[in-house]
């Protein structure tokens, strides 16, 4: 009779041993995916922007650390009374091809550069980040060390209000402080970083070429939209001011009360003098401190006078060009669109 055969026996047994090594290893391998996926700085910041590319600011900002709560500012050196009328999800700009670099630093804090496109331009940002404990002992959970969002001061530069995203937004409704007669405006607003905002500013008869503010995590970024006159204002201004000019020259005397053109003459003048524009002024529009103002501009009219000689009484028709020089001290956008124009002395 034959023994029995050992090589059979041991078969089954190396075989499970073998399942078991692949087994455990796959567990090692998967339990590392998730670890650097959901439990890694780099998975947590990953985590965050993914929802800021899906436009999900309210998950975004319900991630361990990132709510601009006042502690959170306070801590980051933030204003914590900056508005939060831009932390729209509507208002986030496109982003693409994220990528997260290795965290650096050691301990509990770690530091994470990301780079990616925000609306097609390259960005990138870094994020304080710091592990608060661990799941089952082993898996690390993270927070942001300091908040994600940043504060945009913007300021309106001789106009009211800016827009972004196709919304008109009123710094002086963030910051109710400042005049209603302020020629310029400028309120804090949070931004979540890295997202990127287009402003500029459209009205009757201002312009303001679109400026780009790119969010920073944990600090102020200054910017401004700074409002010019368009043609359409500036020809308003010149039909007011020549208006006012024909209006001077209506006037059948010397010197038109009120008016920045006239003469003295010596003689005696005989019947009405008569004035005619012959050359307005050309209106060119600049800032002042509270308003916008006109600098002295030079404008000709003439003058058709009959006059008579004190001296030994020959009469003498007078005809002439007269300079003259004109500004405006002051020129403000009525809420009506209406303007109000002060000449200068």
Not at 192 to 204: G, I, Q, V
Not at 229 to 258: I, S, Y
Not at 286 to 310: E, F, K, N, R
Request: glycine share 8%; hydrophobic share 45%; with cysteine.
């Amino acid at each position: 009779m034959g023994g029995v055969d050992r090589r059979r026996a041991v078969t089954p047994v190396l075989l499970w041993s073998g399942l078991g090594v692949l087994l455990v290893a796959a567990f090692l391998a998967a339990l590392g995916a998730v670890q650097r996926t959901y439990y890694s700085p780099e998975g947590f910041v990953s985590a965050y922007l993914s929802s800021l590319a899906s436009h999900d600011l309210t998950e975004a900002m319900s991630m361990p650390g990132a709510a601009p709560t006042k502690a959170a500012l306070t801590h980051a050196g933030l204003p914590t009374g900056a508005s939060a009328e831009l932390l729209r999800s509507d208002l986030l700009p496109a982003f693409s091809g994220i990528h997260v670099e290795s965290a650096s630093g050691s301990g509990d804090r770690r530091t994470v550069t990301a780079r990616l496109l925000a609306d097609g331009r390259s960005v990138t940002t870094t994020f304080d980040v710091r592990q608060t404990g661990a799941v089952l002992g082993f898996l690390p959970t993270w927070e942001f060390a300091t908040t994600p969002v940043g504060v945009a001061h913007i300021t309106v530069a001789h106009a009211q209000t800016f827009t972004v995203g196709g919304h008109t937004v009123s710094p002086r409704a963030a910051d109710p402080s400042q005049p209603a007669s302020s020629f310029s405006v400028s309120a804090d607003y949070l931004v979540p970083a890295p997202a990127a905002y287009e402003l500029d500013h459209t009205s009757k008869y201002l312009r303001a070429e679109s400026v780009r503010v790119q969010a920073a995590s944990g600090r102020v970024v200054d910017v401004t939209v700074d409002a010019q006159p368009d043609a359409a204002f500036t020809a308003a201004v010149q039909k007011e001011l020549n208006g006012f000019l024909d209006a001077c020259a209506k006037q059948q005397v010397l010197q038109p009360a009120g008016c920045p053109f006239g003469v003295v003459i010596d003689d005696r003048v005989q019947g009405a003098p008569a004035w005619r524009m012959v050359q307005y002024p050309e209106v060119r529009l600049v800032p002042g401190t509270t308003s916008w103002t006109m600098p002295q501009a030079v404008g000709v009219v003439h003058l058709s006078v009959t006059v008579q000689s004190i001296f030994d009484g020959t009469v003498e028709h007078r005809e002439s060009d007269e300079k003259f020089g004109v500004s405006l001290t002051s020129v403000v956008i009525r809420p009506d669109g209406s303007l109000d124009i002060v000449v200068g002395e």
